[in-house]
T-cell receptor
Framework: GAVVSQHPSWVICKSGTSVKIECRSL??????MFWYRQFPKQSLMLMAT?????????EQGVEKDKFLINHASLTLSTLTVTSAHPEDSSFYIC???????????FGPGTRLTVT | TQLLEQSPQFLSIQEGENLTVYCNSS?????LQWYRQEPGEGPVLLVT?????EVKKLKRLTFQFGDARKDSSLHITAAQPGDTGLYLC??????????FGKGTRLHILP
């Protein structure tokens, strides 16, 4: 399977600031990357899907101007949480999938705490 | 909209016992993935099943895909504390979007 890294693994920021989270596919050509958020003791909620070189497709209820996603290459996608609020505090996880594959491979997650 | 229903939601059993968790859908699966997620970590892929009736084994874990490809089960033999985690099933729907069940939270007591 693919090896996926996320950076940072955890971050604390003040309300109103922006935070960028990186997702890297270390050994896999990720034509598609997904961003999820997960609240405590809940399942994963898909936020957006991004294909390399294209604009991200956001799920209903996810503000595209607040959660900026860039998928500039086959190995890197970034999620920027703009003007963060305490309710944005969550566990953010990215995953990668290659063309024609069923499976996706997840990063270790980034825990964001907004104070 | 295809939904994946997992049961039970929570399961707490003693070390050494056997258990089975389930994933069901009203629609036919093209394929099904099982993941395990430990606290503070991303989900880790355990297995993909594709063919109706398929059975796959991964050490003490046995995965079964229903003949009609609308359900799947995960059986753990002689559960160990290291099996503790959130077990998720997932599937790609008609819109080429991967969806997840709500998961079964398993806790193995030493």
């Amino acid at each position: 399977g693919a090896v996926v890294s996320q950076h940072p693994s955890w971050v604390i920021c003040k309300s109103g600031t922006s935070v960028k989270i990186e997702c890297r596919s270390l050994d896999f050509q990720a034509t598609t990357m997904f961003w999820y958020r997960q609240f405590p003791k809940q399942s994963l909620m898909l936020m957006a899907t991004s294909n390399e070189g294209s604009k991200a497709t956001y799920e209903q209820g996810v503000e595209k101007d607040k959660f900026l996603i860039n998928h500039a290459s086959l190995t890197l996608s970034t999620l920027t949480v703009t003007s963060a609020h305490p309710e944005d505090s969550s566990f953010y996880i990215c995953s990668v999938r290659g063309r024609g594959y069923y499976e996706q491979y997840f990063g270790p997650g980034t825990r964001l705490t907004v104070t | 909209t295809q939904l994946l229903e997992q049961s039970p939601q929570f399961l707490s059993i003693q070390e050494g016992e056997n258990l089975t968790v389930y994933c069901n859908s009203s629609s036919v699966f093209s394929s099904l993935q099982w993941y395990r997620q430990e606290p503070g970590e991303g989900p880790v892929l355990l297995v993909t099943v594709v063919t109706g009736g398929e059975v796959k084994k991964l050490k003490r874990l046995t995965f079964q895909f229903g003949d009609a490809r609308k359900d799947s089960s995960l059986h753990i033999t002689a559960a160990q504390p290291g099996d503790t985690g959130l077990y998720l099933c997932s599937n790609m729907n008609r819109d080429d979007k991967i969806i997840f069940g709500k998961g079964t939270r398993l806790h193995i007591l030493p």
